[in-house]
T-cell receptor, first 114, second 110 residues
């Protein structure tokens, strides 16, 4: 089946630094990808919709300057957490619809900000 | 975006038992309805999905069904195993953007 890959799976950074997470669709083109944030034992919270070649659409309450999304190609979207702080520590997940209309998720990226 | 009502929030089943998880919607018009399984520290994985041309689909021990009159989708896990212990999500059917409910945390006792 279609595969969505995320990298890195785990990242630890110091407060104030920026971290980039990549989301790739490995065997299909994705004009749209989604980014989620998940806190322990909670559901996926949709952060933004990443659109290839255009600006991302952010959900209410999500700071677009804090969470920069770039979707420069049909197979890659990146999420950059800028000036990260401990409260940004979370599990970030991306997803994309395949050509057959099925939604596939990445493996997730665990961010820890010290 | 329509709301998703998933139940139960948590479920404990004995090994070999049947696990049943339901999702109810206001409007059940859909063209694709997947269930996702998520293990701790991992992203959700597509478990099984159904399209509107069938009311039930079975894959191994997992069955997804659609009750139109009740406006409800159900996931049945037969002969539940400890390895099935995970969180299960149903998203709103169809639509371009998916918003997930709280999920159901399943624990299968050995």
């Amino acid at each position: 089946g279609a595969v969505v890959s995320q990298h890195p799976s785990r990242v630890i950074c110091k407060s104030g630094t920026s971290v980039k997470i990549e989301c790739r669709s490995l065997d299909f083109q994705a004009t749209t990808m989604f980014w989620y944030r998940q806190f322990p034992k909670q559901s996926l919270m949709l952060m933004a919709t990443s659109n290839e070649g255009s600006k991302a659409t952010y959900e209410q309450g999500v700071e677009k300057d804090k969470f920069l999304i770039n979707h420069a190609s049909l197979t890659l979207s990146t999420l950059t957490v800028t000036s990260a702080h401990p409260e940004d520590s979370s599990f970030y997940i991306c997803s994309a619809f395949s050509g057959t209309g099925e939604l596939f998720f990445g493996e997730g990226s665990r961010l820890t900000v010290l | 975006q329509q709301q998703v009502k998933q139940s139960p929030q948590s479920l404990i089943v004995q090994k070999g038992g049947i696990s049943i998880i339901n999702c109810a919607y206001e409007n059940t018009a859909f063209d694709y309805f997947p269930w996702y399984q998520q293990f701790p520290g991992k992203g959700p994985a597509l478990l099984i999905a159904i399209r509107p041309d069938v009311s039930e689909k079975k894959e191994g021990r997992f069955t997804i069904s659609f009750n139109k009159s009740a406006k409800q989708f159900s996931l049945h896990i037969m002969d539940s195993q400890p390895g099935d212990s995970a969180t299960y999500f149903c998203p709103p059917p169809g639509g371009f953007k998916t918003i997930f409910g709280a999920g159901t945390r399943l624990f299968v006792k050995a």
